[in-house]
């Protein structure tokens, strides 16, 4: 795997190329994602208590299509050192979003887990003694028809700790997945490359809102993945 870069961009959430306009039907192709919060979604998502999680990076809807269906993302996430729950089992609510694509608010698509290697079981070890996770949300309303995967990227305590996120698991789950992510990365005889560029303006940096009480950056880091 190639080492890992940012590209630093500070984007307007509003900027063409990234998000579009929802209200467009010019701006239906060639997007690689539109901006939840221009037309009432929100970029936190709903944990269920009144609060959110950030939904922190985002998989490109100008990555390679077949990346975007559910059997790809699981690949590619395997690729990368995530996989399904233990036993397929999940545990807890799921969580919601509303991507402002008209769906309202949906709940995760998947979630899934830092493996430590296996990607077999390896995700049981994580459900004892926490890690990195993230869930997956579909924007894909007529609204806002993208197609782009928002994920909910944290890093988070042990179950004896409930699984709350570890002070900065935001930030810190964030970077962890774009730095394993970022380059060359294979699965399953699937190759893939992987850019990484920063986001401002989409998140509020700060704890206001945000589940846990655990102060985030404010960026979102958009992942563009072709498959080679």
Not at 35 to 46: E, F, H, K, T
Not at 70 to 77: E, K, M, S, T, V
Not at 146 to 172: K, P, R, W
Request: net charge negative.
């Amino acid at each position: 795997m190639l080492a890992f870069q940012f590209l630093s961009l500070a984007v307007q959430p509003t900027s063409n190329f990234f998000s579009g306009n929802p209200q467009d039907p010019l701006a239906t192709k060639g997007v690689a994602f539109y901006d939840p919060n221009s037309n009432g979604g929100s970029m936190l998502d709903n944990a269920g208590d009144g609060y959110g999680e950030p939904l922190n990076v985002i998989i490109s809807a100008l990555s390679s299509p077949a990346v975007l269906t559910d059997a790809g993302l699981l690949n590619f996430a395997q690729a990368i050192g995530f996989s399904f729950e233990c036993l397929h089992q999940h545990l807890g609510a799921p969580q919601s979003a509303n991507l402002g694509d008209g769906n309202g608010w949906v709940n995760q698509t998947v979630e899934l887990r830092w493996d430590f290697g296996s990607s077999e079981i390896g995700t049981c070890l994580e459900s004892l003694v926490g890690g990195n996770h993230f869930r997956v949300f579909r924007q894909n309303g007529t609204q806002a028809n993208s197609g782009a995967l928002f994920l909910a990227v944290s890093q988070e305590e042990d179950v004896e700790e409930g699984h709350t996120i570890i002070q900065n698991g935001y930030n810190v789950g964030r970077d962890s997945m774009v730095a394993a992510a970022t380059g060359n990365t294979k699965h399953n005889g699937v190759s893939y490359h992987t850019t990484a560029q920063n986001i401002t303006g989409l998140l509020a940096p700060g704890s206001e809102g945000v589940n846990h009480g655990v102060a985030q950056d404010g960026i979102t880091t958009l992942l563009t993945v072709t498959i080679l």
